[in-house]
């Protein structure tokens, strides 16, 4: 880890002391914070959150920094022989992308990944795997729901399939010597994963990809995985089940509906509730999580629990998510935000969220599609559905109530 990113880390520490400091100062006085200390908060924590995006950001650059060398100095030990295809390069894939060549092949005998469902006539859509796992990487970065550990169905085409969603769970008693075991039976519906089409198309003038010496692989897959991302994304976490998936909010059991001094708000006690509302099996998963709006974490940073101990835990480690109750927490702009009926804050074990992702993805250039304006484009294509396949209570959810 470099000496900047410990520094961000100790000064993300010494932002969240000064925090604390004029929460603990108010609470001693009695008293909510006034407008000056008010303002004061909400420019401490959006420190926090400039310091966590940076960090981000240069953990990213050095972990492809460190897979550049490691794979410089993979290619450099290998010697070559001549009935072996000499592995690609990302320089086949920039050559592609400007459309200097149609199509490369990739050794069976390297990582690599074929991003369509067709034949090899269709063009050159072979792409190394690095290229590939930056999209992928890029397309859970906007999802809360993926980053939150979801069970991941991989399949090579997009036939309906239908998956048990349990309902019910059986039950056992205490039964006398020669008495009869009563039948509980858990009880299972069925619900169909299909395969929804997302796609989104980019353009790039041609006059930029010949002249320009900018990432062109870096920006193609950020610029769509993130695209994609955006509108899985959203099904992910509100779709009606309806021509789109099903979301984990939609589908999620009621754990806790608050009823404060402001409507729609929840207190420690609260979170504290809905918490326990999740059965110990699925709270003590390790995909077992909170996820909420960023806007969210601001009132949650505030509160303590009965001992005076802050519920909102910060991470002192790179790359480990914060924590609320000790649970990692994870945050999707699609999760409503704190309001009266609104289902604001969502707890439990996301494995239990399945994901289909059918035939990868897709990705394909056309010189043709915008001819007359000159623009060479490029379209990202995924088929996903999801659905909650514990309905009993997995995953549960806080909604706000009226004003007490």
Known sequence: MSELIKRLQERRANVWEQTKA?????????????AEEDETYQRLTGDLDQIDAR??????????????????????ARPQTEDRKAPVEDSDLRRWARGEIRSFEVAPSEEARDLVKGTPTAGGHTVPTTFYGQLIEHLIEVSGVMMAGPTVINTSSGENIDMPVTTAHTTAALVA????????????AKRTLGAYKYGDLLQISSELLTDSAFNLEEYLSRTAGRALGNAFGAHAILGTGTNQPTGVVTSATSGKTGAGAVAGAFTADDLIDLYYSVIAPYRNSTSCAWLMRDATMGAVRKLKDQQGQYLWQPSI?????????????????????VGTGAKSVVFGDFSQYAVRMAGGVRFERSDSFAFNTDLVTYRAIIRADGVTLDQTGAIKVFTGGAAS
């Open 177 to 188: 010597e020669g008495g009869t075991i009563p039948e509980a039976d858990p009880a299972f």
């Open 317 to 337: 480690q790179v790359g480990v998510p914060d924590t609320l109750l000790g649970k990692p927490v994870h945050t999707d702009p699609n999760v409503a935000a």
């Open 55 to 76: 960090v981000k950001d240069m953990t990213e650059a050095e972990q492809r920094a460190a897979d550049a060398e490691a794979a410089f100095g993979k290619l450099l």
């Open 22 to 34: 004029l929460l603990d100062a108010a609470e001693t006085e009695g008293r909510g914070l006034s």
